[in-house]
């Protein structure tokens, strides 16, 4: 279509005719030759050595079958597929089947999925399974063919797509292979163009894998088109497919304003918000398709307004109207741009562009706005009626006061005034020279007469309307005069519009007394309507006593004139008093709202809602919708529009909540006075199952980009509820949570503060904390930050949903990040303080908007999350002492008598949260914030001795932990980036009172009136100590339920072989034993009798392995092994827990290894003393006589000893003196053979009592590092079995007693010609680090240190001490052996 000139209407484009469409060839089978079949190569000859034998393997023509051909019939063996190899098998895929056919000589293999069979590859028969009819005969060897192509082939091919292709649309057109073979196969596009023959466009796309092709609209004209594939499949045939397709003409796109087409009853004073849906009809992918919008305001006579606007071209004002963002889809106007009384039109005209720029359509919409004159509003100060004292010969004036008036059509035009006093009780009007015509009467007391009635009445005129005419309004105000001096009251209120007060708005009504000689001690409020009783504290926001009286919303009733009375009394007695009218403005009514559709899906179903029916006298009427959506655990209003002037709106909607199937929708009808009416429906959405979450977070940031803030928030909103749900990663749902969050600050950033609070609340409402990262939590403070400030800008408080949505994100990213691993000790802070700054930021200026607006004295005003609690209040300076503010969840400030401020309202507020801030080294119970300020700012010195009171409940506390817990208040010095106590005090703590904390300065926290006063139990657990979540207490949990686990296991084990083989078992026990003993005696040393002695010992005597490992006749059987496993375990966790947080000071050793060693040589007697109760006696047929000399041990066993030491613990059994206890004596001597367990270590006893010296000397000096090192370190799994290893592998044997005394005497000679030694070497050593620097020190030095190298080890003294006593008797060692004999 040809571009529209500027300024004109777009023509609409010309079809072009439709072309008779060229038929497509009929689609033809391309034959390939026949395949010449290769001999085979690696099979049989070609004469067949026996009938019937393979012949041939061919792909069939579907290339899906393999037909195996045998060269005679045959006798069909069952089953089928039997009679393939092995390797030919796996071929075939899985699931394939066989069958013979019925004659017998061809076997059918119908393929499986994943098959890899293909030509060429070798196909075998395995010999003697396929043989003749009778099945007399068959081949004696496998016989295999190469697997050849199909002689034809059946491949039939069809394309698939749409048969209309609307512009720019991109259309997936696929080739179906109907039959035959379709895995790799080749494909090859061509399209032609039908209406343009001569010059036709011919694209070639080769894809040798995907069957798929994707056109786009703009790369070819409109009309018909035919578009073929030749597909090949892997045998070399062909065959080709043919498909028509319409390319229509460009659409223009589908324009819808979500308003009137003609707006009347608008107020100047209101901006002008036209809210535009613009859908790209002829491009819904809008992939490569540009849009753009352009509002310009039509002028009288304007040509381009649409037909049915046509009868108001003629009365279209020529005022000119500054559009500020002509650009967008919506229309916005700031009020008071348009004049009262004028007519204005609008046009938006939308255009879409090709890629290459050229314009494809274009579509206008038309708007007529007629703006009323509004009446000119009068206010006299003082209420309705005053009461005035009239004393004779006072000099007093008396004011009237009506600078409150105001022209609502231009708040800027100077007023005119006229003033009139008429006398009731006597008929007439007053003097006129009192009449004046300024906004303030002042009239003298000598004017008028006590006792009497006057009305006070003012005209006031505003600025002209349109036509002309004048505009006034007037008020009138009742005097009441007495003889004697009162106080003179006044009385303002907070209406919307001169007496009118809206329902749905608090009322603030504020007295004022004019200066009086005497003190005035009291004031009261009172009321003559019977609807309202202001008795009733649920009423009310404030005292009936105070300077104000605040009422709570919608207590007055719709339509009802009510009188307020407010009086006061001076000290002498006198009272004054001035009465109110309110007259109570109802919203629109008689009205109802539905959904077309009632029902659809969520984010993807378009829905209308319409409102019809709605009137008021109070125009213009103006539209909301909302709904209720599951916000950090509470239901919440979710804004889906702002407030439009049309009474339908087309959207899209969120999912509802999780448990719920219906969507709560509010909608909210305001007239031109801000009443409000509320109509509630339900519509029935369903659940997102599975949402293409690119596609819509770029729609979401298009409809923000276009400034279409409806449909970007109600996106947002559903993604919000998609993510909470789970349905994505933790990296995809951060990736989608950042990139909304960053579109949302955009929001913040262009004033959408109550829409952006509430997206910011619904994207930080997680699942798992996990969900919130430190970049999501950082960027969610920051557009926090900009929604308060916001809040903060703007000229009237947020709505009370709207702060609590920006507090509960708050709420949501503190606990987040409280429960980071990241956060130590639940602190969310930096280590320089900076983001716990943010938060008092936020926090301070969400305060301070919520009480913009307020009354002095109003009860608090608290907004409550689960993690953040914020309480706020106004009060008087004067009253400030004693004041307290409470919060529901228990906190609580107290602000000192003494505290020196100058006289105005102060602005309290108090902050509980139930994390720090700021870094902490111990358990916080939370921090609390208090703030003053004074004409909004801060107060910046205040001292006071008696102290602010801080109370902090203790939620979580019980009355056992409050008792044990030590208690100190802190707070964080910003100048040295640590906590303080200067100024702080602890009182006391109590589960009922919570815990007190007294400050006295404001002045040393971060430059200002703020205090945070973090209150800490230094050695107190945070959690329950029984409950699952405390870390200690799960896994004591787990230990025991693993003890019961391998109790039942090993008891079903035991009673299973005790079942099956009795005492054979034990027999056998006792017997593999004394043949251990044996072998360690008489088999001398080798590597196969040590791997089998540590064999023996990991069963025996490992205290986690040997629970199942042990011998099944072994007396401490599986459940006393786990018991004894359970006591060591237990007995370490309790000795580790009573040493937590206690400093060992050991030298040389940190604080952990330290607890470690303590804990160890505490836990070490456990496994000896279970391991003895459980010892029992050899049974009489298994004790053996041990005669002989004693065999020296292998010396590895001492190395594992010393690493089974260090390393771990071991039972009872490896520290006994010898394998099973055994026992050493003269030639006749017998002894006991008490297995596993031996109290008779007769070389340590006597050790011990001949040990002089501070070190462990009477042990072999790689005994005594074991003995030393064990106590380190305790319950590692390695150290445990190189430990039980080392106990079999070392044959502790008694020394034989005639050996004992020469022994000790070498000993003890060794240990003192040692000890004078080591004095000698003590002495030069000293000498040398005094800085001597003779020669012969070093000399001396060397020497003593090779004499003592040189003494011989104690075990060298216990060999040589046995081996030289040449006439002590040789020991034997003596076995019972089964038959009765005996071996030496």
Same mark, same amino acid.
């Given at each position: 279509?040809?571009?529209?000139?500027?300024?004109?209407?777009?023509?609409?484009?010309? &079809?072009?005719?439709?072309?008779?469409?060229?038929?497509?060839?009929?689609?033809?089978?391309?034959?390939?030759?026949?395949?010449?079949?290769?001999?085979?190569?690696?099979?049989?000859?070609?004469?067949?050595?026996?009938?019937?034998?393979?012949?041939?393997?061919?792909?069939?023509?579907?290339?899906?079958?393999?037909?195996?051909?045998?060269?005679?019939?045959?006798?069909?063996?069952?089953?089928?597929?039997?009679?393939?190899?092995?390797?030919?098998?796996?071929?075939?895929?899985?699931?394939?089947?066989?069958?013979?056919?019925?004659?017998?000589?061809?076997?059918?293999?119908?393929?499986?999925?994943?098959?890899?069979?293909?030509?060429?590859?070798?196909?075998?028969?395995?010999?003697?399974?396929?043989?003749?009819?009778?099945?007399?005969?068959?081949?004696?060897?496998?016989?295999?063919?190469?697997?050849?192509?199909?002689?034809?082939?059946?491949?039939?091919?069809?394309?698939?797509?749409?048969?209309?292709?609307?512009?720019?649309?991109?259309?997936?057109?696929?080739?179906?292979?109907?039959?035959?073979?379709?895995?790799?196969?080749?494909?090859?596009?061509?399209?032609?163009?039908?209406?343009?023959?001569?010059?036709?466009?011919?694209?070639?796309?080769?894809?040798?894998?995907?069957?798929?092709?994707?056109?786009?609209?703009?790369?070819?004209?409109?009309?018909?088109?035919?578009?073929?594939?030749?597909?090949?499949?892997?045998?070399?045939?062909?065959?080709?497919?043919?498909?028509?397709?319409?390319?229509?003409?460009?659409?223009?796109?589908?324009?819808?304003?979500?308003?009137?087409?003609?707006?009347?009853?608008?107020?100047?004073?209101?901006?002008?918000?036209?809210?535009?849906?613009?859908?790209?009809?002829?491009?819904?992918?809008?992939?490569?398709?540009?849009?753009?919008?352009?509002?310009?305001?039509?002028?009288?006579?304007?040509?381009?307004?649409?037909?049915?606007?046509?009868?108001?071209?003629?009365?279209?004002?020529?005022?000119?109207?500054?559009?500020?963002?002509?650009?967008?889809?919506?229309?916005?106007?700031?009020?008071?741009?348009?004049?009262?009384?004028?007519?204005?039109?609008?046009?938006?005209?939308?255009?879409?562009?090709?890629?290459?720029?050229?314009?494809?359509?274009?579509?206008?919409?038309?708007?007529?706005?007629?703006?009323?004159?509004?009446?000119?509003?009068?206010?006299?100060?003082?209420?309705?009626?005053?009461?005035?004292?009239?004393?004779?010969?006072?000099?007093?004036?008396?004011?009237?006061?009506?600078?409150?008036?105001?022209?609502?059509?231009?708040?800027?035009?100077?007023?005119?005034?006229?003033?009139?006093?008429?006398?009731?009780?006597?008929?007439? +009007?007053?003097?006129?020279?009192?009449?004046?015509?300024?906004?303030?009467?002042?009239?003298?007391?000598?004017?008028?007469?006590?006792?009497?009635?006057?009305?006070?009445?003012?005209?006031?005129?505003?600025?002209?309307?349109?036509?002309?005419?004048?505009?006034?309004?007037?008020?009138?105000?009742?005097?009441?005069?007495?003889?004697?001096?009162?106080?003179?009251?006044?009385?303002?209120?907070?209406?919307?519009?001169?007496?009118?007060?809206?329902?749905?708005?608090?009322?603030?009504?504020?007295?004022?007394?004019?200066?009086?000689?005497?003190?005035?001690?009291?004031?009261?409020?009172?009321?003559?309507?019977?609807?309202?009783?202001?008795?009733?504290?649920?009423?009310?926001?404030?005292?009936?006593?105070?300077?104000?009286?605040?009422?709570?919303?919608?207590?007055?009733? &719709?339509?009802?004139?009510?009188?307020?009375?407010?009086?006061?009394?001076?000290?002498?007695?006198?009272?004054?008093?001035?009465?109110?009218?309110?007259?109570?403005?109802?919203?629109?009514?008689?009205?109802?709202?539905?959904?077309?559709?009632?029902?659809?899906?969520?984010?993807?179903?378009?829905?209308?809602?319409?409102?019809?029916?709605?009137?008021?006298?109070?125009?213009?009427?103006?539209?909301?919708?909302?709904?209720?959506?599951?916000?950090?655990?509470?239901?919440?209003?979710?804004?889906?529009?702002?407030?439009?002037?049309?009474?339908?709106?087309?959207?899209?909607?969120?999912?509802?909540?999780?448990?719920?199937?219906?969507?709560?929708?509010?909608?909210?009808?305001?007239?031109?006075?801000?009443?409000?009416?509320?109509?509630?429906?339900?519509?029935?959405?369903?659940?997102?199952?599975?949402?293409?979450?690119?596609?819509?977070?770029?729609?979401?940031?298009?409809?923000?980009?276009?400034?279409?803030?409806?449909?970007?928030?109600?996106?947002?909103?559903?993604?919000?509820?998609?993510?909470?749900?789970?349905?994505?990663?933790?990296?995809?749902?951060?990736?989608?949570?950042?990139?909304?969050?960053?579109?949302?600050?955009?929001?913040?950033?262009?004033?959408?503060?109550?829409?952006?609070?509430?997206?910011?609340?619904?994207?930080?409402?997680?699942?798992?904390?996990?969900?919130?990262?430190?970049?999501?939590?950082?960027?969610?403070?920051?557009?926090?930050?900009?929604?308060?400030?916001?809040?903060?800008?703007?000229?009237?408080?947020?709505?009370?949903?709207?702060?609590?949505?920006?507090?509960?994100?708050?709420?949501?990213?503190?606990?987040?990040?409280?429960?980071?691993?990241?956060?130590?000790?639940?602190?969310?802070?930096?280590?320089?303080?900076?983001?716990?700054?943010?938060?008092?930021?936020?926090?301070?200026?969400?305060?301070?908007?919520?009480?913009?607006?307020?009354? +002095?004295?109003?009860?608090?005003?608290?907004?409550?999350?689960?993690?953040?609690?914020?309480?706020?209040?106004?009060?008087?300076?004067?009253?400030?002492?004693?004041?307290?503010?409470?919060?529901?969840?228990?906190?609580?400030?107290?602000?000192?008598?003494?505290?020196?401020?100058?006289?105005?309202?102060?602005?309290?507020?108090?902050?509980?949260?139930?994390?720090?801030?700021?870094?902490?080294?111990?358990?916080?119970?939370?921090?609390?914030?208090?703030?003053?300020?004074?004409?909004?700012?801060?107060?910046?010195?205040?001292?006071?001795?008696?102290?602010?009171?801080?109370?902090?409940?203790?939620?979580?506390?019980?009355?056992?932990?409050?008792?044990?817990?030590?208690?100190?208040?802190?707070?964080?010095?910003?100048?040295?980036?640590?906590?303080?106590?200067?100024?702080?005090?602890?009182?006391?703590?109590?589960?009922?009172?919570?815990?007190?904390?007294?400050?006295?300065?404001?002045?040393?926290?971060?430059?200002?009136?703020?205090?945070?006063?973090?209150?800490?139990?230094?050695?107190?657990?945070?959690?329950?100590?029984?409950?699952?979540?405390?870390?200690?207490?799960?896994?004591?949990?787990?230990?025991?339920?693993?003890?019961?686990?391998?109790?039942?296991?090993?008891?079903?084990?035991?009673?299973?072989?005790?079942?099956?083989?009795?005492?054979?078992?034990?027999?056998?026990?006792?017997?593999?034993?004394?043949?251990?003993?044996?072998?360690?005696?008489?088999?001398?040393?080798?590597?196969?009798?040590?791997?089998?002695?540590?064999?023996?010992?990991?069963?025996?005597?490992?205290?986690?392995?040997?629970?199942?490992?042990?011998?099944?006749?072994?007396? +401490?059987?599986?459940?006393?092994?786990?018991?004894?496993?359970?006591?060591?375990?237990?007995?370490?966790?309790?000795?580790?827990?009573?040493?937590?947080?206690?400093?060992?000071?050991?030298?040389?050793?940190?604080?952990?290894?330290?607890?470690?060693?303590?804990?160890?040589?505490?836990?070490?007697?456990?496994?000896?003393?279970?391991?003895?109760?459980?010892?029992?006696?050899?049974?009489?047929?298994?004790?053996?006589?041990?005669?002989?000399?004693?065999?020296?041990?292998?010396?590895?066993?001492?190395?594992?000893?010393?690493?089974?030491?260090?390393?771990?613990?071991?039972?009872?059994?490896?520290?006994?003196?010898?394998?099973?206890?055994?026992?050493?004596?003269?030639?006749?001597?017998?002894?006991?053979?008490?297995?596993?367990?031996?109290?008779?270590?007769?070389?340590?006893?006597?050790?011990?009592?001949?040990?002089?010296?501070?070190?462990?000397?009477?042990?072999?000096?790689?005994?005594?590092?074991?003995?030393?090192?064990?106590?380190?370190?305790?319950?590692?799994?390695?150290?445990?079995?190189?430990?039980?290893?080392?106990?079999?592998?070392?044959?502790?044997?008694?020394?034989?007693?005639?050996?004992?005394?020469?022994?000790?005497?070498?000993?003890?000679?060794?240990?003192?010609?040692?000890?004078?030694?080591?004095?000698?070497?003590?002495?030069?050593?000293?000498?040398?680090?005094?800085?001597?620097?003779?020669?012969?020190?070093?000399?001396?030095?060397?020497?003593?240190?090779?004499?003592?190298?040189?003494?011989?080890?104690?075990?060298?003294?216990?060999?040589?001490?046995?081996?030289?006593?040449?006439?002590?008797?040789?020991?034997?060692?003596?076995?019972?052996?089964?038959?009765?004999?005996?071996?030496?």
């Amino acid at each position: 279509p040809t571009p529209a000139p500027t300024g004109a209407p777009t023509p609409t484009p010309t &079809p072009a005719p439709t072309p008779t469409p060229t038929p497509a060839p009929t689609p033809t089978l391309i034959p390939a030759p026949t395949p010449t079949l290769p001999v085979p190569t690696g099979g049989p000859t070609a004469t067949p050595l026996c009938d019937p034998t393979l012949s041939e393997a061919r792909f069939d023509a579907s290339g899906t079958k393999i037909l195996f051909n045998f060269s005679s019939i045959t006798n069909s063996p069952i089953p089928a597929c039997s009679v393939l190899s092995l390797s030919t098998m796996r071929l075939l895929g899985y699931g394939y089947t066989c069958k013979w056919n019925a004659e017998g000589d061809i076997l059918e293999v119908l393929l499986g999925t994943h098959f890899s069979a293909n030509v060429g590859q070798n196909l075998t028969v395995l010999s003697n399974t396929v043989a003749n009819a009778t099945g007399a005969a068959s081949c004696p060897f496998n016989v295999s063919v190469k697997l050849q192509p199909p002689v034809s082939s059946n491949l039939r091919v069809q394309i698939t797509g749409p048969t209309i292709l609307k512009p720019c649309q991109a259309a997936t057109f696929q080739a179906l292979i109907l039959s035959g073979r379709d895995t790799n196969a080749s494909y090859l596009w061509k399209l032609e163009s039908v209406a343009n023959t001569s010059n036709s466009l011919v694209q070639f796309v080769s894809i040798q894998t995907s069957p798929f092709l994707i056109l786009s609209g703009t790369n070819f004209s409109v009309g018909l088109h035919n578009l073929s594939v030749t597909v090949t499949d892997v045998f070399g045939f062909s065959n080709v497919s043919w498909f028509t397709f319409n390319k229509t003409s460009f659409l223009p796109p589908e324009v819808s304003l979500q308003s009137p087409q003609v707006i009347t009853g608008f107020r100047t004073s209101s901006s002008l918000s036209i809210y535009t849906k613009v859908l790209k009809s002829a491009c819904p992918s809008a992939i490569q398709y540009n849009i753009s919008a352009m509002w310009r305001q039509a002028k009288r006579g304007s040509p381009y307004i649409a037909g049915n606007l046509s009868s108001f071209i003629s009365t279209l004002t020529d005022h000119v109207v500054a559009i500020p963002d002509p650009r967008s889809y919506n229309l916005k106007i700031p009020a008071y741009a348009l004049k009262p009384g004028h007519m204005y039109g609008f046009i938006l005209t939308v255009k879409s562009y090709l890629p290459n720029g050229h314009l494809a359509a274009a579509s206008n919409e038309s708007l007529i706005v007629k703006v009323q004159n509004t009446d000119v509003v009068v206010q006299i100060k003082g209420g309705s009626k005053r009461t005035l004292g009239i004393v004779v010969g006072s000099t007093n004036v008396f004011s009237f006061d009506a600078t409150d008036s105001y022209d609502p059509d231009n708040l800027t035009y100077p007023l005119q005034y006229k003033w009139q006093l008429y006398s009731s009780s006597a008929g007439s +009007i007053v003097d006129p020279s009192v009449i004046m015509t300024l906004p303030v009467l002042n009239i003298p007391s000598s004017a008028v007469s006590p006792d009497q009635q006057y009305i006070v009445s003012v005209n006031v005129t505003g600025q002209p309307a349109a036509t002309g005419e004048r505009r006034m309004s007037s008020a009138s105000q009742i005097v009441l005069t007495i003889s004697r001096a009162i106080p003179t009251v006044t009385v303002t209120a907070n209406t919307s519009y001169g007496s009118k007060h809206n329902t749905n708005e608090k009322l603030i009504m504020t007295l004022q007394v004019a200066s009086h000689t005497s003190e005035i001690v009291s004031y009261l409020w009172s009321t003559s309507s019977p609807l309202l009783n202001l008795s009733d504290p649920s009423v009310r926001r404030s005292s009936i006593t105070g300077e104000s009286l605040v009422l709570a919303s919608n207590v007055l009733q &719709p339509g009802e004139t009510y009188e307020f009375s407010a009086s006061v009394t001076d000290a002498e007695g006198e009272v004054g008093s001035a009465y109110l009218t309110i007259i109570a403005n109802s919203g629109p009514s008689q009205g109802t709202c539905y959904s077309i559709p009632t029902s659809g899906v969520a984010l993807t179903d378009t829905f209308r809602f319409a409102c019809t029916g709605w009137s008021d006298e109070d125009l213009p009427i103006l539209y909301r919708f909302q709904c209720y959506q599951n916000v950090s655990n509470s239901l919440q209003l979710s804004d889906i529009s702002e407030y439009i002037s049309s009474e339908y709106l087309d959207t899209v909607l969120p999912p509802p909540p999780a448990t719920a199937s219906n969507l709560t929708i509010v909608a909210t009808i305001k007239d031109g006075l801000n009443a409000t009416t509320s109509f509630t429906f339900q519509v029935k959405v369903s659940q997102i199952t599975n949402l293409d979450t690119n596609a819509t977070s770029k729609a979401a940031s298009d409809a923000l980009d276009s400034g279409d803030v409806q449909t970007f928030t109600v996106l947002v909103s559903g993604m919000a509820s998609y993510l909470k749900s789970g349905s994505l990663g933790t990296v995809e749902s951060v990736e989608l949570r950042s990139a909304l969050l960053s579109d949302v600050d955009s929001l913040a950033q262009g004033g959408g503060f109550a829409a952006a609070a509430q997206l910011v609340n619904a994207l930080t409402d997680y699942t798992s904390p996990a969900d919130l990262d430190a970049a999501i939590r950082s960027s969610a403070l920051s557009t926090l930050a900009t929604i308060s400030e916001g809040f903060g800008s703007e000229s009237t408080a947020p709505d009370e949903s709207t702060a609590k949505s920006a507090l509960s994100a708050l709420g949501n990213i503190v606990g987040a990040e409280a429960a980071t691993e990241s956060s130590a000790s639940g602190s969310i802070a930096t280590s320089d303080g900076s983001h716990g700054s943010r938060v008092e930021g936020i926090l301070a200026s969400l305060s301070s908007a919520l009480l913009r607006g307020a009354a +002095i004295g109003e009860d608090p005003v608290e907004l409550a999350t689960s993690n953040v609690v914020l309480v706020s209040q106004l009060q008087r300076a004067e009253n400030l002492g004693g004041i307290s503010l409470s919060a529901s969840s228990g906190g609580k400030v107290e602000i000192p008598s003494d505290l020196p401020v100058n006289s105005g309202s102060i602005a309290m507020s108090m902050s509980s949260i139930k994390t720090s801030l700021y870094p902490v080294d111990s358990n916080a119970t939370g921090l609390v914030i208090v703030e003053l300020r004074q004409d909004g700012v801060e107060i910046a010195s205040s001292q006071s001795e008696e102290g602010y009171k801080i109370v902090i409940p203790l939620t979580g506390y019980t009355a056992e932990d409050v008792e044990t817990m030590d208690f100190s208040c802190r707070y964080w010095d910003p100048a040295t980036l640590q906590w303080s106590t200067d100024g702080l005090s602890f009182v006391n703590a109590s589960i009922e009172e919570g815990l007190t904390c007294v400050s006295k300065h404001l002045t040393a926290f971060n430059g200002d009136a703020s205090v945070e006063i973090n209150v800490n139990a230094p050695t107190e657990v945070e959690l329950e100590a029984f409950s699952l979540a405390n870390p200690v207490m799960a896994v004591c949990v787990f230990v025991f339920c693993g003890y019961l686990t391998v109790v039942v296991i090993g008891f079903y084990i035991d009673l299973k072989v005790s079942a099956s083989q009795g005492n054979a078992a034990s027999d056998s026990f006792w017997r593999n034993s004394n043949n251990f003993r044996m072998s360690r005696i008489t088999a001398g040393r080798s590597f196969l009798i040590f791997r089998k002695m540590s064999c023996w010992g990991l069963r025996r005597k490992h205290p986690w392995f040997s629970i199942y490992g042990r011998h099944h006749g072994d007396y +401490i059987n599986s459940v006393k092994r786990a018991s004894i496993l359970l006591c060591l375990l237990f007995n370490t966790m309790a000795i580790c827990a009573l040493l937590l947080d206690q400093d060992q000071k050991l030298p040389f050793l940190s604080s952990n290894l330290a607890n470690a060693f303590v804990s160890m040589a505490f836990c070490f007697p456990v496994p000896f003393l279970m391991g003895y109760l459980h010892k029992r006696e050899v049974p009489e047929r298994f004790k053996i006589k041990i005669m002989g000399k004693e065999q020296a041990t292998s010396a590895f066993g001492y190395i594992l000893l010393i690493l089974g030491l260090v390393c771990g613990e071991l039972m009872w059994e490896d520290m006994g003196g010898g394998d099973e206890g055994e026992e050493e004596g003269g030639e006749d001597e017998e002894h006991s053979h008490e297995n596993g367990f031996n109290t008779d270590m007769d070389d340590e006893k006597d050790d011990g009592e001949n040990d002089d010296d501070d070190e462990v000397a009477d042990l072999p000096a790689h005994h005594q590092a074991a003995s030393i090192l064990g106590l380190v370190t305790a319950g590692a799994v390695a150290g445990a079995e190189s430990g039980a290893v080392a106990g079999a592998a070392i044959g502790l044997d008694p020394k034989n007693a005639e050996c004992k005394n020469v022994r000790a005497r070498k000993r003890e000679e060794r240990r003192r010609i040692l000890k004078e030694k080591r004095q000698q070497l003590r002495e030069v050593e000293m000498l040398i680090e005094q800085g001597e620097k003779d020669r012969k020190l070093h000399q001396r030095l060397n020497k003593l240190r090779e004499e003592v190298l040189n003494l011989p080890d104690e075990d060298d003294i216990s060999t040589s001490a046995s081996s030289s006593d040449d006439e002590k008797p040789r020991k034997h060692f003596k076995f019972n052996l089964p038959n009765g004999s005996q071996k030496k």
